[in-house]
């Protein structure tokens, strides 16, 4: 092993975890000192994991549903299958928090062990520097297990999500691992909650997997029609019961700005030019006189909201922005997939994990989650390849790259209505990053290239 590339990972890992560590309790303890609404790293107390229990009574019984789920409060804007996941959680335990947090924290046990088991297995061996970065990296897959804000922050919420990554994330774990048809499996599943996870399949296609793309495609288009014929038995007129709600989504989620409150935890390109485009109607840069500028901006009056939904008047400059935003997530995706061609695996699984977090018009902290297998694929490569002088990074890039991952998994609401779009900015810092720099290993089954034999720089 070279040494010195084997004290450069360990420092870099160690500051990772430095990194997490101290943004986590540095905006637990902002929000201590100075206890406002957009310093909490949570939504309000009274908010907690409302994503699962609105819906309760909506789900009760599905039988002949779809106008109900589709009309009053809380409005239902989720696919087919996500009412008889929910309807699931509640016949397994009266109150379905406690099923839906079992299996998200067994998710991310699983998950982070399957990381650390390969940590163990790929770390060169017979000297101590080898036993020091595989008990680092190792430890570096648990603590973010353990204490990032991504799941914490889907767990508060309640959000489906926290499943949909269950699936989506064990998906990337088999693709890693070359089970390409487990991994088509996976991502039907999880996309027939939420449609992001659809995303993945651009891995398969790259593949050449054109059979277990198909099989991901019909099981999500076979679960939602088999959902929908459960909710009611003409899946023409459960859709159209169901359209309101996803077109009062549409009105205060994609064509308006989110109340300051949210609008620190969006941290997709939409959220993004919304945030700009207020800054630039306002002219408000500080974050106090930018939280007022954004209530007004979003007109959004709660109470009013809920007890008249079709009345709720959406943003105009968000209405022109919202009709744009398909074509430019679409022109993003196809140039992420060709940015993605020829990669190495781990480029791969980041690159697409980054779409699926950052294109969704409306992506809260939760859709991080998409990232945690591809970091742990990261420390993976580390230990297996830049410990034998195989991956030729400085150490300021190493340092870096590590760095903007522990943000990432931090929560950042020191910074305010600021926090979002800085993990966006931080997101792409990713994306360039992986784009630029293939890091190929032979345990994801990537073909090697000879490297030079002259040691990298250090600085």
């Avoid at 100075?34 to 994991?49: G, H, I, L, Q, V």
């Avoid at 016949?91 to 991310?108: F, K, R, S």
């Avoid at 959220?271 to 007022?292: Q, S």
Wanted: aromatic share 14%; net charge positive.
């Amino acid at each position: 092993m070279s040494q010195s590339s084997a004290g450069r990972l360990i420092i870099a890992l160690r500051v990772y975890v430095y990194v997490l560590a101290s943004a986590l309790v540095f905006s637990w303890i902002s929000y201590s000192l100075y206890p406002s609404f957009d310093r909490r790293p949570f939504f309000a107390k009274n908010d907690e994991f409302m994503d699962l229990l609105n819906y309760i009574g909506k789900t009760a019984h599905l039988r002949h549903s779809s106008a109900a789920l589709g009309q009053g409060f809380p409005t239902f804007a989720y696919s087919p299958p996500s009412a008889f996941l929910w309807h699931a959680l509640f016949l397994v335990h009266a109150h379905p928090l406690w099923p839906y947090i079992i299996l998200v924290v067994l998710a991310a046990f699983i998950l982070a062990t399957v990381g650390i088991r390969a940590c163990s297995a790929v770390a060169p061996s017979g000297d101590t520097a080898s036993g020091v970065v595989r008990l680092l990296a190792m430890e570096a897959i648990a603590l973010t297990a353990l204490m990032g804000w991504p799941l914490w922050y889907a767990a508060d919420r309640g959000n489906l999500e926290g499943l949909t990554w269950a699936l989506s994330g064990g998906a990337l774990c088999f693709f890693l691992g070359r089970r390409y048809r487990a991994a088509a499996v996976c991502i039907g599943l999880a996309a027939c909650i939420k449609p992001f996870p659809l995303a993945f399949c651009a891995l398969l296609l790259l593949r050449r997997r054109y059979w277990e793309t198909a099989l991901a495609a019909g099981i999500t288009v076979a679960l939602i029609l088999a959902a929908c014929i459960g909710i009611e038995p003409n899946p023409w007129k459960a859709y159209q019961d169901l359209k309101p709600g996803f077109g009062f989504y549409s009105k205060v989620y994609v064509q308006s700005i989110r109340p300051p409150d949210e609008v620190r935890f969006s941290h997709s390109i939409l959220d993004g030019l919304k945030l700009g485009a207020v800054i630039l109607e306002a002219r408000k840069f500080n974050p106090t006189a930018l939280n007022k500028a954004i209530q007004r901006t979003s007109g959004e009056d709660l109470a009013s909201r809920n007890a008249n939904p079709a009345e709720f008047k959406s943003w105009p400059t968000g209405r022109a922005l919202a009709k744009i935003y398909p074509f430019v997530a679409f022109a993003v995706f196809a140039a992420l997939v060709f940015c993605a061609r020829g990669k190495p695996a781990l480029n791969q699984i980041t690159i697409l994990g980054i779409a699926a977090a950052v294109l969704p018009p409306n992506a809260f902290e939760y859709t991080l989650l998409n990232l945690y297998v591809p970091f742990g694929a990261l420390a993976i490569f580390l230990t297996a390849e830049f410990t034998r002088g195989r991956a030729a990074l400085t150490r300021i890039t190493l340092f870096a790259i590590l760095s903007v991952y522990a943000l990432l998994f931090a929560p950042l609401t020191f910074l305010r209505t600021y926090a979002g779009v800085t993990k966006l900015l931080l997101i792409l810092l990713l994306l360039a990053f992986f784009i630029r720099t293939p890091m190929p290993t032979a345990y994801f089954g990537d073909k090697l290239q000879p490297v030079s034999p002259e040691e990298p720089s250090t600085v």
